[in-house]
């Protein structure tokens, strides 16, 4: 495990980690508990549960981490101390059946930069807040998986340790073994530009750009015949949103067509609006936004 550089350019992701529900808009907002029903996903059921709702800011600070162990990642072993911890962290939950387990050292510093913050004490508590609630959110995995073994998992999305005595606040952190998966390309994965998200200012406007990261490819088109902007909302506020009201459903509609336009001022999507439809083009290279 060796210190990470900063400024990172894209993440290797897991999908099911951008499954409706598990990132939402929280700003200004209680958070709730956490929780996303099972759902089937490469032969298995995939579910996420937790003691806080995960927002944006918890979104940001997971692809960063993200990218930074896809440049310089180590293996979590429990033959060392520091290793051991983590993978006692990790598997709290569960007996540590033996998973590959990507683990970096970096700092809260290096984490806040790559997750579009700066360097000030104020942004390295936000990451600090945001690893605690990454660390005790549960990934549960069930099914046939893994050279056809059945799995039974139960794993925190990310484990670390804080070493606050150090200038740049340094810390340990090791990757859920479905995101080290992921991460060394061993399953299925998308990538997620960094450079792109951190163009963005809105909560709406981040989550709805991992979301259209995953299921919209390079160079690819969201729908040739266009989509609802209606069919957007769960994808950015979870499935509960169904059962919002007309003027919260009215008052998000809104705010998803200010993220559509956000994106498509700031990074090379091309999105065009109409009154109910959009039509979006992912570019074929992640690319920085227009100056």
């Known amino acids: ?37 099972s759902r089937q996903f490469d032969n298995v059921e995939v579910s996420f549960y937790g003691y806080e709702q995960l927002g944006a800011d918890d979104q940001s600070v997971f692809l960063a981490v993200a990218a930074q162990l896809g440049i310089g990642g180590g293996v979590a072993k429990s033959e060392t101390p520091t290793g051991d911890e983590l993978r006692r962290k990790m598997f709290s939950e569960t007996v540590d059946d033996g998973s590959r387990v990507a683990a970096i050292r970096t700092s809260l510093r290096a984490i806040a930069i790559d997750a579009g913050y700066n360097s000030s004490g104020a942004a390295l508590q936000i990451v600090h807040k945001c690893l605690h609630r990454l660390g005790c959110t549960i990934v549960r995995e069930y099914g046939a998986h893994e050279a ?28 859920n073994p479905r995101l080290t998966r992921s991460i060394y390309g061993e399953q299925q994965h998308i990538k997620v530009s960094l450079i792109e998200r951190n163009a963005l200012e809105s909560e709406v406007a981040k ?3 991992a979301w259209l990261c995953a299921v919209v490819r390079p ?54 609006l109409s009154r109910h439809l959009v039509y979006i083009t992912r570019p074929k290279m992640m690319q920085i936004g227009r100056a």
Request: glycine residues 8%; positive net charge; contains cysteine.
């Open 148 to 175: 056809g073994h059945r799995v039974d998992r139960r794993c925190m999305l990310l484990s670390s340790k804080i070493e606050i005595d150090t200038k740049d606040k340094d810390v340990v952190i090791a990757a």
């Open 1 to 37: 495990m060796t210190m990470k550089r900063i400024e990172s350019s894209y993440a290797r992701f897991d999908y099911a980690h951008l499954f409706d529900g598990v990132f939402v808009p929280t700003n200004g907002t209680k958070r709730g508990r956490l929780f996303v029903p």
């Open 207 to 209: 989550i709805l750009h």
């Open 219 to 272: 160079g690819g088109i969201l729908g040739r015949d266009g989509v609802l902007i209606d069919t957007l909302l769960p994808h950015v506020w979870g499935a509960q949103c169904a059962d919002a009201s007309a003027p919260v459903r009215s008052n998000r509609r809104a705010r998803i067509r200010d993220a559509l336009v956000e994106i498509a001022q700031r990074t090379k999507w091309r999105i065009d």
